[in-house]
């Protein structure tokens, strides 16, 4: 029998695939054309440097969101569904959409709304068309996702991802993967307001089975890292089921912090910050905010690449080490943590067979990662729900998963 607390066991992604058809069979009595797959990512190693010019370190995950897509049979609108919120979105593509205009029903693009990152994708591949003279056509689309939302998994570039590749593949257009990154992040920027980085973006569309993507967010130059095999280490992830949004303020406020550190460094970015200089600035030493944001920026990109190093090497132990001082700076310097992630990322992490734990994502909430040997996995499971409840914080949900591939296209059968 399953112990009540051993990790849940993920839907596979042809089952997400699957609901997203059916969705879109019941919305639209269509079957769509094309089916992409999008992934989810965790990020091991490199929080809070992407939009500095750092380095990260993330996987692809086994989590996925599915866009389904067809032709729309009404050459004046284009609509969407998706199995987390109610409602459609409905609107024309023919021509150019601006943010927080309002659709056709009134309702306004409202950033963070759903709506705000699947219109906000299809307006700038739209625009991507137009500019290379390609033809593009009203759509029918429904979205289906098993990446859970708020959880610091990359739900929001999962989902656009896969509208991304949909529509690109529906209209006939060839975009490179990291161009693709590139423009769901605009729409991210644009529609959503959210600042981001283009690490999320990325990985979901650059994953590959069995390694982690060490990604220079400045140069985009991206190096793919073998992962230790399934019998010497697994990947556990544990939501904390405390929610975020990074289009809250406190995101915003951390990446402004790290653009004022820049200026009094006198530096482009604090990519290219060195402790010595920090520690050494005056004017930096009067903004407490602006001295942890260029502290944790600079420590954390030579982290991430000892990191990279180290599980190149197959050293889990130093990867494990350094994991450890990554979720202390994201705690105590940067901030960014919460009581429920660090209660989770501490009774892992004192647990015998884990090497190293961090929380992972945005932060303020969502989840935490672990990398452990793979028999060490229901103890640790146990554990954190036993620490959770010792708190009184809501319990947290674990899963494994595994380094997986970056966006795809499934072809199917064309209507009559």
Excluded: K
């Excluded at 990446?255 to 990519?271: F, M």
């Excluded at 992972?360 to 620490?387: D, N």
Aim: proline share 7%; hydrophobic share 40%.
């Amino acid at each position: 029998m399953r112990s009540p607390n051993s990790p849940e066991h993920e839907a596979p992604p042809d089952a997400t695939a699957r609901r997203a058809g059916e969705l879109l069979r019941s919305r639209s009595s269509l079957s769509p054309d094309v089916t992409t797959l999008a992934p989810g990512r965790v990020n091991l190693i490199g929080e809070h440097t992407d939009y500095s010019g750092g380095f990260v370190l993330p996987i692809a995950i086994d989590r996925v969101a599915s866009a389904a897509v067809v032709i729309s049979p009404d050459p004046t609108r284009s609509r969407i569904w998706t199995d987390h919120a109610q409602g459609v979105a409905t609107f024309d593509l023919r021509r150019p959409i601006s943010p927080g205009s309002p659709l056709p029903d009134g309702s306004p693009i409202t950033p963070g709304d759903w709506r705000s990152y699947a219109v906000g994708v299809l307006s700038i591949l739209a625009d991507h068309a137009r500019s290379h003279g390609a033809l593009h056509s009203n759509l029918d689309l429904a979205i289906a996702s098993d990446v859970p939302i708020g959880g610091g998994l990359s739900s929001s570039a999962s989902f656009e991802l896969s509208i991304a590749a949909a529509a690109a593949e529906i209209w006939r257009l060839e975009i490179p993967p990291l161009t693709l990154a590139s423009l769901c992040r605009t729409a991210e920027h644009r529609f959503a307001g959210v600042p981001c980085g283009l690490m999320d973006q990325a990985i979901s569309a650059l994953g590959r089975s069995g390694h982690a993507l060490l990604l220079d967010c400045r140069s985009e130059r991206a190096e793919h890292v073998p992962m230790p095999g399934e019998d010497q280490a697994a990947v556990l992830v544990i939501n904390s089921n405390v929610r975020h949004s990074l289009s809250s303020s406190r995101y915003s406020q951390r990446r402004e912090a790290c653009r004022r550190a820049a200026s009094l460094l006198g530096v482009p970015e604090l990519r290219d910050a060195t402790t010595a200089s920090i520690a050494n600035s005056a004017p930096l030493s009067r903004d407490p905010e602006a001295f942890a944001a260029a502290m944790h920026v600079t420590t954390e990109n030579a982290r991430t690449l000892s990191a990279a190093a180290a599980l190149g090497a197959g050293d889990l132990v130093e990867l494990g080490r350094l994991m450890i001082e990554s979720h202390r700076s994201l705690r105590d310097v940067y901030r960014v943590s919460c009581p429920e992630l660090d209660t989770i990322v501490d009774a892992a992490a004192s647990t015998p067979g884990v090497f190293g734990s961090r929380m992972t994502g945005g932060g303020f909430g969502g989840c935490a990662v672990v990398i452990l040997q793979p028999q060490a996995i229901p103890v640790v499971c146990e554990r954190v729900v036993s620490a959770a409840r010792d708190m009184n914080f809501p319990r947290p949900a674990s899963f494994r998963v595994r380094a997986s591939d970056g966006v795809r296209t499934l072809q199917t059968p064309r209507n009559g």
